[in-house]
């Protein structure tokens, strides 16, 4: 062990920017990898960083900077080596060759940020639709990908350890079985989507609300607080990967609630793909709830995140409200924020409902439940013309 940490969870981040890149920026990237590496239970004991035009297309970092990074993880007895970005299947195979050269027994592998993440949502997965949607986002990942290093096929059928007896037959004998397990993957994902699609069929006569947001903005949190039920809320990445439907009432009004998985840059296409009925709860929504960290200092980035993945999913022109949460924090670091100056600044930007809360703190919580009674009320009449209120409003 090394300060405590198994070696076997050890790690080292690789990051190659452009010098257009702001050093903050770079930072804070790194730092989100690094709590993705800890949600996976990794440990990151350094950092790289390489500015290059463009990424090496054998090995990604260039020659002196890979020199570099196997002397340390050598002499640190480092067992992972995570990259920022994705790598092609080549650079992977050159890269496990390198670090891997002395041909010892303890390898050391390499991980780019696609498979990270998909490692996260593999551990996180719930329900049966969710695993099959993880398993094939997997396999989709891994046919171009396998080398003698890979380990996840017995991860994924709770083995452990590392594969005996490698070599190139082997490997072929996996991509088949591979291609097969993923047709098999894709026709039960087909019949668990024609059934959660019945089942949103049968809410149409309801109204549908969805909290968006990117990962670990306090989602659950404030789904508990608003349908009173116990989600799980934990303060790491994707702590949500299944998606969850509860029925709310504010006022005389009933909805649907749901909490969907938290989105992130550079979110894997093949999970995005694999996780198509999960996003369809977003997709059909009547109303977007756009949870917001305004304490994390690059918030501003994260919105930009979440909204061109709404529209890569087609969720672009759903109504939504921008809720701004934890507030209670961003006071303390400011000192006191001029919330109609920001209010402002994002009305300018497109977002015409914008509210401030706190979900742990309970803070303006009854502001939101008035805005979005008054979101929901607009839909609710569409479908029950003569609906009068019982409780003369909110």
Same mark, same amino acid.
């Given at each position: 062990m090394e300060n405590g940490t198994p070696l076997a969870s050890n790690a080292v981040l690789v990051s190659v920017t452009s010098n257009r890149e702001l050093p903050e920026l770079v930072d804070e990237h790194l730092e989100e990898l690094a709590f993705?590496? @800890?949600?996976?239970? +990794?440990?990151?004991?350094?950092?790289? +960083?390489?500015?290059?035009?463009?990424?090496d297309i054998r090995s990604f970092v260039g020659k002196g900077k890979l020199a570099e990074i196997k002397e340390y993880v050598s002499s640190h007895a480092i067992r992972n080596v995570i990259f920022d970005d994705d790598l092609s299947p080549s650079q992977l195979r050159n890269l496990e060759k390198e670090f891997n050269a002395d041909d010892s027994e303890e390898k050391i592998r390499v991980y780019d940020r696609s498979l990270l993440i998909l490692d996260i949502f593999l551990m996180r997965a719930q329900t049966a639709q969710a695993r099959?949607?993880? @398993?094939?986002?997997?396999?989709?990942?891994?046919?171009?990908?396998?080398?003698?290093?890979?380990?996840?096929? @017995?991860?994924?059928?709770?083995g452990t350890g590392a594969r005996g007896g490698s070599g190139e037959r082997e490997i072929e004998t996996d991509r088949r079985n591979i291609r097969y397990? +993923? %047709?098999?993957?894709?026709?039960?994902? @087909?019949?668990?989507?024609?059934?959660?699609?019945?089942?949103?069929? %049968?809410?149409?006569n309801i109204v549908r609300v969805s909290l968006v947001g990117y990962t670990n903005v306090g989602k659950s949190t404030l789904m508990n607080l608003m349908a009173k039920s116990d989600l799980k809320a934990e303060n790491k990445l994707f702590a949500t990967v299944d998606a969850t439907v509860r029925k709310v009432v504010i006022g005389d009004l009933p909805f649907l609630l749901s909490d969907t998985v938290g989105f992130i840059r550079k979110l894997p296409h093949h999970l995005i793909e694999s996780f198509k009925s999960t996003l369809d709860e977003v997709r059909e929504s009547d109303l977007l709830l756009h949870i917001v960290d305004m304490a994390h200092p690059f918030h501003d980035n994260q919105i930009?995140?979440?909204s061109k993945t709404l529209a890569e999913i087609g969720a672009g022109n759903i109504p939504v409200i921008l809720v701004l949460n934890k507030i209670d924090l961003l006071k303390q670091q400011e000192g006191g924020a001029d919330f109609e100056q920001i209010r402002g600044r994002y009305r300018d930007q497109g977002f015409e409902r914008v509210v401030f809360i706190s979900a742990t703190s309970k803070q303006n919580m009854e502001e939101l439940r008035k805005i979005v009674y008054e979101e929901v009320r607009k839909k609710h009449v569409t479908f029950y013309p003569n609906y009068v209120s019982q409780t003369n409003g909110y």
């Open positions: 993705l590496a @800890e949600t996976a239970g +990794i440990s990151a004991m350094k950092r790289f +960083i390489q500015h290059l035009s463009h990424p099959t949607q993880v @398993e094939l986002a997997m396999n989709q990942y891994l046919l171009p990908r396998l080398t003698r290093m890979w380990t996840h096929l @017995e991860r994924q059928r709770g397990r +993923i %047709s098999l993957l894709k026709d039960e994902l @087909e019949k668990i989507e024609k059934q959660k699609a019945t089942q949103r069929k %049968s809410r149409t930009e995140v979440v």
